[in-house]
Nanobody, 124 residues
């Protein structure tokens, strides 16, 4: 069983930065790809970024390339995945979720475990 807890969201102005964290528990977590998704009001959940088990491979949706960076700390007893978000825009406003999957994918359906989400609001 894998449990994920996000943190780091908040209210910022356009151009600011935020770093989201996803803390994972569960002894099998190191075997999982981790993705970040977001969902804005009235819109479907969309893929943002993903990182492989080792951290050696990353993937980003086009709208965040060059602005967001996903990273992973596979420590001995804990695993944390970060999403550093720079040059934030109002259209980045959404609830951000981290999720874990055995196979890297941009499809939310491939992810078996989800966190509760953290709100990011970017004012113009």
């Amino acid at each position: 069983q894998v449990q994920l807890v996000e943190s780091g969201g908040g209210l910022v102005q356009a151009g600011d930065s935020l770093r989201l964290s996803c803390a994972a528990s569960g002894r099998t977590f190191r075997m999982h790809t981790v993705g970040w998704f977001r969902q804005a009001p009235g819109k479907e959940r969309e893929f943002v970024a993903a990182i492989s088990r080792s951290g050696g491979s990353t993937d980003y949706t086009d709208s965040v390339k060059g602005r967001f960076t996903i990273s992973r700390d596979n420590a001995e007893n804990t695993v944390t995945v970060y999403l550093l978000m720079n040059t934030l825009k109002p259209e980045d406003t959404a609830v951000y979720y981290c999720a874990a999957a055995l196979i890297s994918s941009r499809s939310a359906r491939r992810y078996d475990y989800w966190g509760q989400g953290t709100q990011v609001t970017v004012s113009s």
